[in-house]
């Protein structure tokens, strides 16, 4: 096949990753706490295809000898950005926002085994115990438990009245007999190494195997601790900035466009070398 074309090809179907990415990114421009992804290329490998020089001829020559052909570009990675999005006041008790770059919940979901995830997404509700009728789980939207700062759900008492979460993440009910009690901390982590962490569907994010990546989770997360990062009442938007992603749309398409074009061009000149006649 014309080098071209093969050029082209492969560079076409690395941009269909980038207007996928960019899909992606408009398609959650109104959830919750959702980090936007950008994608990186870098060349592929090339090609020095070197040329008989002339002795005579080449006195005075500035540029270099042969031609460099390339084979396109590929996607090196998509980063994760973790610019703070807006943040929208709602009035409820249980919507909770972080006010600093890089730092999650954390939950877990409720089948045995289940891995630790991430999520900025502060919008929290209660759940029946179904072993204790006198406790409430803290769950996000699916159902995951949300995690506190010893590694257990956190649990509210059935019989409250009111919650307070501190900006520093303690979690304090009053109860119906006015009495207040101090049930928790969240478990609030800082992420030092967010280029690791891998989408896990529902706004969650998760870590790969860190043990092939000579890893541990001390690593790659710092705790939170007596330090005012939450906002009770509120939501973090998304971070998504709708104006720049259509305009990269548009620079992904044309550069599509382009590579179009160029396999057109290379079939019509084969087809003019394939109707020469002798």
Same mark, same amino acid.
């Given at each position: 096949?014309? @080098?071209? &074309? *093969? ?44 040329n ?11 540029t ?23 943040? &929208?006041q709602?009035?409820r ?23 630790r $995830?991430f ?23 699916d159902g ?11 649990? *509210? ?6 919650? $307070?979460v ?14 207040? $009690?101090?049930?928790?901390?969240? @478990? ?22 860190? @043990? ?26 998304s971070?998504?900035?709708?104006g ?8 992904? @398409? ?15 000149m ?6 020469? $006649?002798?």
């Open positions: 096949m014309n @080098q071209s &074309m *093969i050029t082209a090809s492969v560079t076409m179907g690395q941009l269909q990753k980038k207007l996928d990415t960019i899909s992606n990114n408009v398609a959650n421009v109104n959830t919750n706490g959702f980090k936007r992804r950008d994608v990186q290329f870098q060349d592929l490998l090339f090609q020095q295809l070197n008989q020089t002339v002795a005579s001829q080449e006195t005075g020559r500035n270099p000898f042969g031609l460099r052909v390339g084979s396109g570009a590929r996607v090196s990675q998509t980063n994760v950005r973790m610019e703070q999005g807006s943040i &929208m709602t009035g008790a249980l919507d909770l926002a972080l006010s600093e770059k890089g730092v999650f919940f954390e939950a877990m979901p409720t089948e045995p085994g289940g891995e $995830r999520t900025r997404d502060g919008t929290f509700y209660l759940s029946p115990n179904p072993n204790n009728g006198e406790e409430l789980y803290l769950v996000t939207g995951d438990y949300v995690m506190s700062s010893t590694g257990t759900p956190m649990v *509210i008492p059935a019989n409250y009245d009111s919650i $307070r501190t900006e520093e993440g303690r979690v304090e009910v009053t109860l119906k007999d006015n009495t207040q $009690r101090n049930v928790g901390q969240l @478990q609030l982590v800082k992420i030092t190494k967010p280029q690791l962490l891998q989408n896990n569907g529902d706004n969650f994010y998760t870590f790969p195997n860190l @043990q092939e990546l000579g890893l541990n989770f001390g690593d790659v997360v710092d705790n939170v601790v007596n330090r005012g990062v939450l906002i009770q009442g509120a939501l973090e938007g971070n998504v900035d709708l720049k992603e259509m305009s990269e749309l548009i620079l992904a @398409q044309r550069a599509y466009q382009f590579n179009t074009r160029s396999i057109s061009i290379a079939d019509q084969m087809g003019l070398v394939n109707n020469i $006649r002798g």
